[in-house]
């Protein structure tokens, strides 16, 4: 089984910054994508970014471009969501995920089917 553990949310003050992390453990494919995904009260889950561990392409959602910034550590399975100039509206429940075996990524996809394995979420708050 695949396990993902993240952390690094908490409590933030608008305008300030958090740096998650997830760390995944178990039989991970050796060419995966990476991503992260949020969930506000109320809405349903979107798209955050993206990363591919065998060639480092990234993929970022609009409201994330300019602001965030994903980076991997192949060595220890782990990838990173550095969040700047953060908004009361970037309050919500962040999961990563990871796609599973049988087929190589090269491009980091968006889409929350192609990914197998989920983590438990860390939660974001920025207050105003």
């Known amino acids: 089984q695949v396990q993902l553990v993240e952390s690094g949310g908490g409590l933030v003050q608008a305008g300030g910054s958090l740096r998650l992390s997830c760390a995944a453990s178990g039989r991970t494919s050796s060419r995966p994508a990476m991503g992260w995904f949020r969930q506000a009260p109320g809405k349903a889950r979107e798209f955050v970014a993206a990363i591919t561990w065998s060639n480092a392409n990234t993929n970022y959602a609009d409201s994330a471009k300019g602001r965030c910034t994903i980076s991997r550590d192949n060595a220890k399975n782990t990838v990173y969501l550095q969040m700047n100039s953060l908004k009361p509206e970037d309050t919500a429940v962040y999961s990563c995920?990871?796609?599973?075996?049988?087929?190589?990524?090269?491009?980091?996809?968006?889409?929350?089917?192609?990914?197998?394995?989920w983590g438990q979420g860390t939660q974001v708050t920025v207050s105003s």
């Open positions: 995920a990871i796609t599973g075996s049988g087929r190589d990524y090269y491009s980091p996809s968006s889409i929350p089917a192609d990914y197998n394995y």
